[in-house]
């Protein structure tokens, strides 16, 4: 069988050498696949230290972005780079694999025609008999995280269990994937947070599917290269994305419902705290978003393949057992 070509996207922003490192060379080291690298530096800070060493190898496309616009414009980028058709995989840039895991999330992508993403099995680098994420799930309240984080691994999934979406620390796709007549490329309105989720959500609006490799094994560094941001400043990330994607992905009664829960939270939290101050701008950019949010509910298809409840119905009995502020399990 021939080995399946792979452009790995790998977006860097400001991080270590080291993390950078073991992420590309991980990828460099992968089995059965013929894999190249875009490594996406990111406007970084520093000047793009952790990408320059790769500047000159053969299997590195190495792409300097002049500002940074977020991660998803990071990723779109780096799909302009992308070697003729191949499969694409994106890795967050404090992430490693497996040497067969690329080769292991390839399989599984090919054993139907609808299978157009595959989420691997994502543990966390310091906790690595606990899960990171297999997938994604969304509540019906609009929140959304990582399927099954801080569980301790005993087969919650098996490989080609479906999925919502693939959590894009780590996931495999077709080589259209990305395509505008198909899904099309990440949405750039999101920033940080829920570009994953948002893309998932088109993907089965459309008709297609996401599965597990649960054999493919990933070790995450979870948020190590957000982390620098801050708790409050992820905060209002998260709530003002959380507000767009259910604008512009669900149905109109199920995005009105998020909004009301929203304004409830939110008025609850200006009073007992915290993060009082990225409530109320988290709100306010939301509202200024709408507008953009509402033109692009143009796009989604006539008739949906996925009903909301359907959506939803991978969240439940799903809850994070994972502290967002200490980035520790919770027992």
Not at 85 to 107: E, F, G, K, S, Y
Request: proline residues 5%; neutral net charge.
């Amino acid at each position: 069988m021939t080995e399946p070509s792979i452009t790995a996207i790998v977006v860097v922003h400001g991080s270590p050498i080291d993390t950078v490192r073991r992420s590309v060379q991980s990828l460099l080291d992968s089995r059965d696949v013929d894999i190249r690298i875009v490594l996406v530096d990111n406007a970084s800070p520093d000047g793009g230290a952790a990408c320059a060493p790769w500047n000159a190898h053969e299997r590195v496309t190495l792409v300097r972005s002049v500002d940074n616009r977020g991660f998803a414009a990071g990723v779109n980028q780096g799909l302009a780079r992308r070697r003729g058709r191949d499969l694409v995989v994106l890795l967050n840039d404090d992430a490693t694999v497996a040497t067969d895991c690329l080769a292991r999330c390839a399989a599984a992508l090919f054993v139907e025609p609808t299978v157009i993403s595959v989420a691997p099995r994502v543990m966390l680098a310091d906790e690595p008999d606990r899960i990171d994420s297999i997938g994604v799930v969304l509540r019906p309240n609009g929140e959304a995280f990582n399927a099954f984080i801080g569980q301790p691994w005993n087969g919650q999934v098996a490989t080609g269990s479906e999925l919502l979406g693939p959590c894009f620390a780590a996931a495999l796709f077709r080589a259209d994937a990305f395509d505008a007549d198909v899904v099309g490329p990440l949405d750039e309105r999101y920033r940080l947070y829920y570009e994953d989720i948002d893309w998932a959500l088109r993907a089965q609006r459309a008709g297609f599917r996401c599965v597990a490799a649960a054999d493919a094994v990933v070790h995450h560094q979870h948020a190590g290269s957000t982390r620098a941001l801050g708790e409050p400043a992820r905060y209002e990330l998260v709530q003002r994305n959380l507000l767009l994607c259910a604008t512009k992905n669900l149905t109109a009664r199920s995005a009105a419902r998020v909004w009301f829960g929203r304004f409830a939270v939110h008025g609850k939290g200006l009073l007992t705290g915290p993060y009082r101050a990225q409530r109320v701008r988290s709100l306010g950019r939301a509202v200024a978003g709408m507008p953009s949010a509402i033109a692009a509910r143009r796009h989604l298809p006539p008739t949906r393949a996925r009903t909301d409840d359907e959506l939803f119905a991978w969240s439940v009995g799903q809850s994070p057992n994972f502290d967002a502020e200490t980035l520790r399990t919770i027992e």
